[in-house]
């Protein structure tokens, strides 16, 4: 069931009917049946993985609070740990790791041919596992005590809102949401009305009519011309922002409706101006899970500089893996991770940097910062978006062997429609940044918010891409 469909549109207003009439308990039930309504729309089979990791995660959390015995601890946090990562693994990593064996051993004249699975990834089971795998991990550290209600526990791994494409929120941020009554008022239920709204447009009228271009370029055969790629490559740039934060919006937007606060998943990320800043402000909720459960166990930044490095390329090449079961996503993880390490072997030298006192100048600066490290995200784009490893070699030929224009080539039209479908989303972000206030829109006099829903609806209206295109992230 997607977002973006009429048949969205009716589930949620029946649950929003039923929600606002029930008490606190029973409006976790409705919304627990709900959300096993809402996942098994696509494949009723996999609530039986959904389920799976429930029961484990909900059973080890128990008996690592009720134990005192390290060992004993440990041996129900590892459960946890490998029941969660080898659904994972073995649902979206078998085929991938076989066909890399099978090629391996062929290597060394050894031939074998090995049974692959002929089946979908089961939608959003990288979200769900790394849920639940921080309610566990957060119980093992004493960081919060688990609850021993079943049914509030599974609500909170399957809250349809963001159960497939996140954002991944930890149990001891949305749980106690759970656990107590929510409060609903206008301001919130208005607030929420705006990011649905919001969240729709980026993905309806922005993301799925750049997709044609993108796809139109990255479907065609090489040799590629250099000029079409770089447009494809700010298209990609723009199409997965606005697909993937589009998702997150409309799901903060459904829980602030149900008077639930859901994180906010990406802060205006284009405006970075260096590797760890973007990292601060895209997919916020696995950077920051990296981070946490896996660049801090590590030794994180305290065991000197080497093995900071060492972290940081593991963290970065596994955060690449989780995207998804191909070399490109491996490569792109391990490009990112280069850029922090670069940033860091820099950071001497960049800190020494000459501060501008001239107001404009120092603006300029600004941009031509934000400018030279967008096109460097937009380098790793070009390999997480390319088909094989193959393309994003005979792409960058293009780039830099292939650079011309041509009348025939209709650059100019292909530009003009980036800028048509962007135009909007670049006015709203740029105020959202200078006044730090991604609500900044809802603080607008009257007049400004009256243009702006009048605008935006009428893009909507007739440009919208309609027939539910799936979301990007789904297949991650």
């Not at 980026?202 to 011309?225: E, H, M, R, T």
């Not at 998943?265 to 946490?292: A, C, G, K, M, V």
């Not at 030794?299 to 390329?313: P, Q």
């Not at 972000?429 to 607008?444: C, T």
Request: charged share 15%; hydrophobic share 55%.
């Amino acid at each position: 069931m997607l977002f973006n469909t009429l048949q969205f549109a009716i589930f949620f207003i029946i649950v929003y009917l039923l929600y606002l009439i029930l008490n606190h308990k029973w409006q976790n039930r409705m919304l627990l049946v709900a959300s096993y309504i809402f996942y098994g729309a696509w494949d009723w089979r996999f609530l039986s993985l959904l389920f799976i990791s429930t029961i484990l995660d909900y059973f080890c959390a128990l008996k690592i609070h009720e134990s005192n015995d390290v060992g004993k601890r440990k041996c129900f946090l590892s459960l946890s740990i490998i029941g969660n990562l080898g659904l994972l693994g073995f649902f979206k990593y078998f085929n991938f790791f076989a066909a890399n064996l099978q090629l391996l051993l062929s290597r060394f004249g050894f031939h074998v041919s090995p049974h692959f699975l002929h089946i979908i990834l089961p939608v959003g089971i990288s979200f769900y596992t790394f849920q639940t795998m921080s309610y566990t991990i957060d119980v093992y550290r004493r960081e919060m005590e688990p609850t021993k209600s079943f049914l509030n526990f599974s609500l909170f791994v399957s809250y349809f809102p963001q159960l497939v494409a996140g954002p991944i929120i930890r149990a001891r941020d949305l749980l106690p949401q759970m656990l107590a009554p929510r409060k609903i008022t206008l301001d919130k239920f208005y607030e929420g009305c705006y990011l649905i709204f919001w969240g729709l447009f980026q993905k309806v009228f922005i993301a799925d009519n750049l997709a044609k271009i993108v796809d139109y370029v990255f479907a065609s055969p090489p040799p590629y011309n250099g000029a079409m790629v770089i447009l494809a490559l700010y298209a990609f740039a723009f199409q997965i922002y606005c697909d993937f934060a589009g998702y997150s919006t409309i799901a903060r937007g459904l829980g602030s409706c149900m008077g639930f606060d859901i994180m906010v998943n990406f802060n205006l990320p284009y405006f970075s101006t260096n590797p760890r800043e973007f990292w601060q402000r895209w997919h916020i909720s696995l950077s920051t899970w990296l981070r946490d459960y896996l660049y801090i166990p590590l030794g994180g930044n305290k065991k000197g500089n080497f093995m900071t490095y060492r972290n940081l390329a593991i963290t970065m090449l596994l955060g690449g893996l989780w995207h998804g079961a191909a070399w490109t996503f491996v490569i792109w993880g391990a490009y990112h991770g280069l850029l922090l390490i670069i940033q860091r072997l820099l950071k001497p030298l960049l800190g020494k940097s000459l501060v501008i006192k001239n107001i404009f100048l120092g603006r300029l600066w600004f941009f031509v910062k934000i400018a030279f490290f967008f096109h460097l995200i937009c380098l790793g784009w070009l390999i997480f978006r390319a088909q094989s490893l193959t393309q994003v070699w005979q792409m960058l030929l293009g780039l830099t062997s292939d650079f011309y224009i041509t009348p025939d080539l209709h650059l100019g039209r292909v530009a003009l429609k980036m800028v048509f479908f962007l135009w909007l989303l670049w006015i709203v972000e740029l105020f959202q940044f200078r006044k730090n206030d991604s609500l900044i829109v809802l603080k607008s006099s009257v007049l400004i918010r009256t243009v702006f829903y009048y605008i935006s609806f009428l893009l909507l209206l007739i440009f919208g891409v309609t027939g539910g295109k799936e979301f990007i992230y789904f297949q991650f």
